[in-house]
């Protein structure tokens, strides 16, 4: 144990620790300052941020150790309340930053220790320091948050008062204006508590869980040993499937069929916890309940689990092989079919090759990254009623899904969504609900459930991907006339909404343009990766990779402008155009988009040319040095002459002026907005022009010195 002395939020604290703990540990744990959020864990999103002597610090990972003694330490709390707010607390309300608002507090104590040293910052010096202090947001966007601190400098400089910045609503009506939203004064002072938060209050005797999850991606599970796992300190009790079904209940998530008529799948394939099968990396196999959440994370990891390792499909095309087994067995990896059928028949040997394209397109799995990790707790209120709550958005939803598989009649099951800190359609699914129910009704005691970042990766469900293959044919103008295409969904190994997403993909192929014939086939498939959950523009990403890519081709290959190639073919009134179901859109707007963004288009257009004849008469002198050094290394490492040590005393030179090249991409604005992601984008694509370039070079060299055994001309 250590004693250690701190000042926190202006107040000496006496404190006697293990020595072990985080900051943001010490903070939230033994003195309930949940403003300090915790999200990534690792000091990568800034959620945690808070001041230690006039420093941004990130305390998730800032050991109190590391702390000398009489440290100052600023936290949300301590630097303005919800009658008494610092500037730039009333800026970030003002500038709608507080959307969600979980990375809300980290946000303003990094602008206020900027602000602090300096008040009159520019926007570039704001970006530059939240990039440089790791705030991340999902909901809001960055340009409201550096439009906060620069209003809260007028404010500090004396040029505005804080009730300038608050918009003053005139009559009835608050449409399109700034108004304030009711909960961003809870969120800019830290009061606004999450699911985390919430359940460091529950009362004493609250037992803490951890999961023991799948570390394959699929296997047969032929025994699970919970018996070290009991004995360890804090553990009262391990659960398995098997004191589920004890319980009364099924053990199964009901995964709403939606669309039966083409659907090979009851809905009853995911499992609360895993029983003979592992279906994906991350699944649930046991429950430990435990006193502390160490206690709990520990003996979840001396659970035992026997398998037998089967072959992992991480992709539609593996399990839709002939030799693949069923990862349900009894239900053909293959589950739901459907298709989209409009007008007649096309012959696509009646117009000559220009005139058409073939494409295939991937959009790939994506998670959510939403900040706040999964989160919830669960116990029997006074009325003998299950109480689950949890960062759900579908909480009507969620009660039939799981009610039968925890053994709880829908009429004793409640459920209370908690302030989250985002989903993006994640929370569509049902996640951590049952294993939170089933573990309050098997304890009999309230129990709570944080993952860490790791977890919610591995546990919460993804954006599905899509494998399009779509054809795209049009008349010697560039009108488009019918569109083809077979399509997969790789739903991951559970099926819940998977036909509805599948069938968005009926809708949305093709969609905004008026084609006269469409056939288009979509299904849905099984496999071993992450399982597929609702995310924003459901359905539409993958579908638009397919036939935007292919609009592209065909206007690419029959010489015309792709803005114009969708200008002539956009929804019209006047031409009767439908959806790609066969009825007229609700409104017929995009004739009138085109014609304003036309203007705007081209004066893109020529911008980026201009740009682009800039960056190339620059960088040419420096692209040819490059090539001159990397071609030298080549040529010594095929003569075997040494040349790799010509090279090594000119590389660094090399690498400095690609990089420099790159930099000067990023600066012009052809990496897009000016963050880190897109200077590293940047200089992704310095580097794949120049590495397209050398591999030919180099290429050509080595065949003509070995025979043109591997000459790629």
Known sequence: MIRKKLVINGVARDLVLDGSETLAKLLRERLLLTGCKIGCGEGHCG???????????????????????????????????????????????????????FCAPGFIMSGIALLNGNCSPTRKEVRDWFDKNRNLCRCAGYKPMIDAVMDAAKVMRGELTKEDLVFKPEGDSIKGTR???????????????FGADDALKLPEGTLRLALTQAKVSHANIKGIDTSEAEKMPGVFKVITYKDILEAGGTNQINGLVMLPKHNKNDGFDRPVLCRDKIFQFGDAIAIVAAETEEQARAAAEAVKVDIEELPAYMNAIDAMAPDAIEIHPGTPNVFFETNCIKGGDFDWDSIPDSQQVEIESYCSRQPHLHLEPDCGYAYIDEDGMLTIHSKSIGIHLHMPMIAGGIGVPMEKLRMIQNHAGGTFGYKFSPTNEAILGAAALICKRPVSLVFNMYQNITYTGKRSPAFMHVKLAADEKGKLLALWGDNFIDHGPYSEFGDLLTMRLSQFTGAGYGIGSIRNRSRTVFTNHAWGSAFRAYGSPQSFMGSEIAIDCLAAKMGIDPFEMRAMNCYKESEGTTIPTGFPPDVYCEEALFEKARPLYEAGKMDGISRFQEVVYITIPMISSTIIMLFIMQVGRIMSVGFEKVFLMYSPA????????????????????????????????????????????????????????????
């Open 654 to 713: 090399v690498y400095e002026t690609a990089d420099v090249i790159s930099t000067y991409v990023y600066k012009t604005g052809l990496g897009g907005t000016t963050n880190q992601m897109s200077y590293a984008a940047a200089i992704g694509l310095f580097n794949n022009v120049i590495n397209g370039i050398l591999l030919l070079v180099v290429n050509f060299a080595s065949s003509k010195l070995s025979g043109g055994a591997h000459s790629l001309f």
């Open 179 to 193: 108004y304030i939203r009711p909960s961003a004064a809870q969120k800019v002072t830290g009061s606004w508590d």
């Open 47 to 101: 959620a945690c941020n808070v001041i230690v002597d006039g420093k941004v610090t990130r305390s998730c990972v800032t050991k109190v150790t590391r702390l000398k003694d009489n440290a100052e330490i600023t936290t949300i709390e301590g630097i303005g309340t919800l009658h008494d707010m610092h500037p730039l607390q009333v800026a970030w309300m003002a500038n709608g930053c507080a959307q969600c608002g």
